[in-house]
């Protein structure tokens, strides 16, 4: 699962298997801002549940 990119922002989203978490790093022109956490089931998480919580993060800060 690659990074992905809106408006000058890199949203780089890392998980692990064991504990079923995830992050997504938030970088704005390569400077990071944050990162975004969540939990997922199964073997990896789902690609909508990341587009979903990027677009979110972008709505809630007018990105």
């Not at 890392?14 to 801002?33: K, R």
């Amino acid at each position: 699962m690659g990074a992905i990119e809106r408006n000058g922002y890199r949203f780089k989203p890392e998980f692990s298997v064991i504990n079923q978490d995830g992050v997504i790093h938030v970088y704005q022109n390569g400077a990071f801002i944050e990162e975004i956490q969540f939990q997922f089931s199964g073997e990896f998480p789902e690609h909508d549940l990341i587009e979903e919580l990027v677009n979110h993060y972008c709505y809630e800060h007018g990105i």
